[in-house]
């Protein structure tokens, strides 16, 4: 059977939000975090009107804290893992090529993004949320993240070079290897490779902190801020876009964010696009209201809401690394 994987504005059925478990990984930012991911949870369930959310906890304690702090709206499971980056670690559900029959799991190898992180059970929680679910599992044998890359729906993916070719991923797989993996993995028959993701981005430059699709055939990159660390990379970044054919659509970049003196990957670009929202991180930059704007104009029809990510990002990532959508059959 040929799969594709569905674009992110395609109808879900719920998503899966990974909630901050771990005190030692979190240490103080512990339950800001949480409250943040909860505020996430919230603005994707719209007041009913979105997919359900289901919060994924990796012990009762957290189970317990999530189920308090969310209330009814959102159901609460438990299932070990290493951390919350269930975009990466969790199963991408596909649809046979017609978009019709059972959706299907598809599991990755995980290994810590090229070794930086190897916690516990993050080469597990794919698995067993997929079995929990009771959705169908296909084994894909070969080292793989979905913030790596982005779909528009129709076969086309944008990746960027540092990840999927790094050697700390699939030292044996060539381009053209990785894009038959694709192809075969995903449905994925189009390949737009950009180069470098962001500055100090520890998954060697996931695309989903740099260029998302929000619509066939059309890609949002962002505009360099004044001092903005990754202009370089934003001007590349669109030439290549607009160098394979694509509509470049120009969105604000937050520009240069610090914590502790260490320029960080804050970006827009780490949205959710829900049934009824599209949610977007914000990180107290002047650009923060503009970004939202920008991207309910690109949404419309879906309420866009920003939501402060401060917290979150103390751990790497951001609303759309802490999420997977599971797309309606």
Same mark, same amino acid.
Not at 43 to 50: N, R
Not at 133 to 143: E, L
Not at 165 to 182: C, F, K, Q, T, V
Not at 195 to 222: C, K, Q, S, W, Y
């Given at each position: 059977?040929?799969?594709?994987?569905?674009?992110?504005?395609?109808?879900?059925?719920?998503?899966?939000?990974?909630?901050?478990?771990?005190?030692?990984?979190?240490?103080?930012?512990?339950?800001?975090?949480?409250?943040?991911?909860?505020?996430?949870?919230?603005?994707?369930?719209?007041?009913?009107?979105?997919?359900?959310?289901?919060?994924?906890?990796?012990?009762?304690?957290?189970?317990?804290?999530?189920?308090?702090?969310?209330?009814?709206?959102?159901?609460?499971?438990?299932?070990?893992?290493? #951390?919350?980056?269930?975009? /990466? *670690?969790?199963?991408?559900?596909?649809?046979? !090529? $017609?978009?019709?029959? %059972?959706? @299907?799991?598809?599991?990755?190898?995980?290994?810590?993004?090229?070794?930086?992180? #190897?916690?516990?059970?993050? /080469? *597990?929680?794919?698995?067993?949320?997929?079995? !929990? $679910?009771?959705?169908? %599992?296909? @084994?894909?044998?070969?080292?793989?993240?979905?913030?790596?890359?982005?779909?528009?729906?129709?076969?086309?993916?944008? *990746?960027?070079?540092?990840?999927?070719?790094?050697?700390?991923?699939?030292?044996?797989?060539?381009?053209?290897?990785?894009?038959?993996?694709?192809?075969?993995?995903?449905?994925?028959?189009?390949?737009?490779?950009?180069?470098?993701?962001?500055?100090?981005?520890?998954?060697?430059?996931?695309?989903?902190?740099?260029?998302?699709?929000?619509?066939?055939?059309?890609?949002?990159?962002?505009?360099?801020?004044?001092?903005?660390?990754?202009?370089?990379?934003?001007?590349?970044?669109?030439?290549?876009?607009?160098?394979?054919?694509?509509?470049?659509?120009?969105?604000?970049?937050?520009?240069?964010?610090?914590?502790?003196?260490?320029?960080?990957?804050?970006?827009?670009?780490?949205?959710?696009?829900?049934?009824?929202?599209?949610?977007?991180?914000?990180?107290?930059?002047?650009?923060?209201?503009?970004?939202?704007?920008?991207?309910?104009?690109?949404?419309?029809?879906?309420?866009?809401?920003?939501?402060?990510?401060?917290?979150?990002?103390?751990?790497?990532?951001?609303?759309?690394?802490?999420?997977?959508?599971?797309?309606?059959?």
């Amino acid at each position: 059977m040929t799969y594709r994987q569905p674009a992110e504005w395609a109808p879900h059925d719920r998503v899966w939000i990974g909630f901050p478990s771990h005190g030692e990984l979190w240490e103080d930012d512990l339950v800001p975090a949480q409250e943040e991911v909860v505020a996430f949870a919230q603005a994707v369930d719209a007041d009913g009107a979105g997919e359900r959310v289901v919060l994924v906890a990796a012990n009762k304690q957290a189970a317990k804290d999530a189920l308090a702090m969310a209330g009814s709206n959102v159901d609460v499971v438990t299932a070990p893992f290493g #951390d919350i980056w269930l975009r /990466d *670690t969790g199963p991408i559900i596909v649809h046979d !090529a $017609a978009g019709q029959g %059972v959706p @299907t799991a598809m599991d990755f190898g995980f290994n810590g993004w090229g070794g930086k992180y #190897d916690l516990p059970h993050d /080469d *597990t929680i794919g698995r067993a949320l997929a079995e !929990a $679910a009771r959705f169908p %599992v296909k @084994t894909c044998d070969w080292i793989f993240e979905g913030g790596a890359i982005d779909v528009d729906g129709t076969g086309l993916v944008v *990746t960027t070079e540092q990840c999927l070719l790094n050697p700390n991923r699939n030292p044996y797989l060539s381009r053209g290897d990785i894009e038959a993996r694709l192809k075969a993995d995903l449905g994925l028959d189009r390949v737009l490779w950009l180069g470098n993701g962001l500055l100090n981005d520890h998954t060697d430059g996931h695309v989903d902190n740099l260029a998302r699709f929000v619509g066939e055939g059309r890609i949002a990159i962002p505009e360099p801020a004044t001092n903005d660390p990754n202009e370089a990379i934003y001007r590349d970044t669109a030439a290549r876009a607009r160098a394979f054919g694509l509509e470049v659509v120009g969105v604000p970049s937050p520009g240069l964010v610090e914590r502790d003196g260490e320029i960080v990957p804050a970006s827009y670009m780490n949205f959710y696009v829900g049934n009824a929202a599209v949610v977007v991180p914000v990180y107290g930059s002047v650009n923060d209201d503009a970004a939202v704007a920008a991207f309910g104009a690109l949404f419309p029809g879906r309420k866009a809401i920003g939501i402060r990510a401060d917290h979150i990002l103390t751990g790497g990532g951001s609303l759309h690394c802490i999420s997977q959508q599971i797309p309606t059959a």
